[in-house]
């Protein structure tokens, strides 16, 4: 592999400290996340961070977006580029199923202080946008195969799939005795078959 100079380099070592301040929000939390742990992971010096983040606060926005990003590339990748019933459940297989990394505890910590941060909380809000969105997109879809049915409003159901996906995370997260990944993807399963009946049946 050749060795990186220049740019190249320079995108190494800020994604490796993104990468490091992710391992730390994950296992502390954003307040016990300081730029010293943060440091430390990396490998690097406290004033290489600075280099490259004015401030803790700027390596936070940072990392919640470059983690954001990194995930929806792994969407991009394994839940297909085509919409509809399928990718909706792939995204739910990719976050709940069996095996996976659960990247909630990063996430929910976000979320938590997003109420408290604005510049967090636009970053959060983009994030949950970004979601909505593919889920709107992939119930139209499911409408327009007869996958759904046909008198669904399909941005009222990604308003609750999206409530359904965060309900989820948290409870999987805080205690998944209550309700198991595994399980999950029956609620998602109930969720569609519902969806899936007309008014009139």
């Known amino acids: 592999m050749a060795k990186a100079y220049g740019g190249e380099l320079e995108k190494e070592r800020k994604q490796l400290i993104l990468e490091a301040a992710e391992a730390c929000v994950t296992e502390e939390g954003i307040d016990g996340a300081t730029m010293k742990k943060v440091a430390a992971r990396a490998k690097i010096s406290t004033g290489m961070i600075a280099y490259y983040f004015r401030d803790k606060n700027e390596l936070m926005i940072e990392t919640l977006s470059s983690g954001a990003s990194r995930f929806r590339h792994r969407l991009a990748n394994e839940a297909g580029p085509e919409p509809g019933i ?11 199923g069996p095996g996976k990394t659960n990247r909630w505890p990063f996430f929910l910590e976000f979320a938590a202080q997003a109420t408290r941060n604005q510049d967090l909380r636009a970053q959060h809000l983009e994030r949950a946008t970004t979601v909505h969105s593919d889920m709107a997109r992939c ?39 209550l309700v198991s990944r595994e399980r999950s993807m029956k609620v998602l399963d109930l969720a569609i078959e519902m969806l899936s009946r007309s008014k009139d049946s």
């Open 86 to 96: 399928k990718r909706l459940r792939n995204i739910f297989e990719l976050t709940f």
């Open 139 to 177: 119930s139209v879809q499911a409408v327009d195969e007869g996958d759904m049915a046909s008198d669904v409003d399909a941005s009222v159901v990604a308003d609750l799939l999206l409530a359904l996906y965060h309900g989820l995370g948290m409870v999987t997260t805080v205690d998944d005795e």
